[in-house]
């Protein structure tokens, strides 16, 4: 099936640094998603996008979706030892059934 | 508090002997998804349940079925597990077009 390309694939950085990883389709969503994945455990909604351009925030991390509705970039500022982990954007489309178009998935360490 | 409770949280069974996961919801969706996820790769779908209407992905297995007695309860049956079908198993539930929650995985082992 379909997946978005999701880069980087990882990223090992120091606490402190900011970090950004991005999600690009080759087809228009009408919603963006930004799931974290913490080992072991399912995936957890960061960030949810519905309009073209939209920028939202959620604490340390800032999310845009894309003018064009086919990219997507997650910024995570100030990075902690607790930010580890799979980090997956997702599409949705409105019509039909809305199944989610998931990204390859940016791993991140943390190194303290 | 936990809105999509899956369990068991680590199941293993053996080779060809069926096994059931549950997952539960308190959020009163109508919507109810399985996917599998194998080693840090994204989740697969498997199936939904939109409402009591059961929908099958095209390369979902027979061997995987899955069973929606109500609104709140959702199974996912294997009903002969070989060392392939070891993976994270996650259920997700929404609103009709709504955004996914999902619960917290069954990890689930085949010797």
């Known amino acids: 099936g379909q997946q978005l390309n999701q880069s980087p694939q990882s990223m090992f950085i120091q606490e402190g640094e900011d970090v950004s990883m991005n999600c690009t389709s080759s087809?228009?969503?009408?919603?963006w998603l930004w799931y974290k994945q913490d080992p072991g455990e399912g995936p957890v909604l960061l960030i949810a996008?519905?309009?073209?351009?939209e920028l939202t925030s959620n604490g340390r991390l800032t999310a845009q979706f894309g003018i064009t509705r086919k990219d997507s970039f997650l910024n995570i500022s100030a990075s902690i030892p607790s930010d580890v982990g799979i980090y997956f954007c997702?599409?949705?489309?409105?019509?039909?059934?809305?199944?989610?178009?998931f990204g390859t998935g940016t791993r991140l360490l943390v190194s303290p | 508090d936990a809105m999509v409770i899956q369990n068991p949280r680590y199941q293993v069974t053996q080779f060809g002997k069926p096994v059931t996961l549950s997952c539960s919801q308190t959020?009163?969706?109508?919507?109810m998804y399985w996917y599998q996820q194998k080693s840090s790769q994204a989740p697969k779908l498997l199936f939904h349940?939109?409402?009591?209407?059961?929908?099958n992905e095209a390369d979902t297995p027979d061997n995987f079925q899955s069973r929606r007695p109500n609104t709140s309860f959702c199974f996912l049956d294997i009903r002969s597990p070989g060392l392939g079908d070891a993976a994270m198993y996650l259920c997700?539930?929404?609103?009709?077009?709504?955004?996914?929650?999902f619960g917290a995985g069954t990890r689930l082992s085949v010797l």
């Open positions: 997700a539930t929404s609103t009709t077009g709504g955004i996914q929650y």
């Open positions: 087809s228009i969503f009408n919603t």
């Open positions: 996008l519905y309009k073209a351009g």
């Open positions: 997702a599409g949705q489309r409105d019509t039909g059934f809305q199944k989610l178009v």
């Open positions: 959020l009163n969706h109508n919507v």
């Open positions: 349940y939109y409402d009591k209407d059961f929908n």
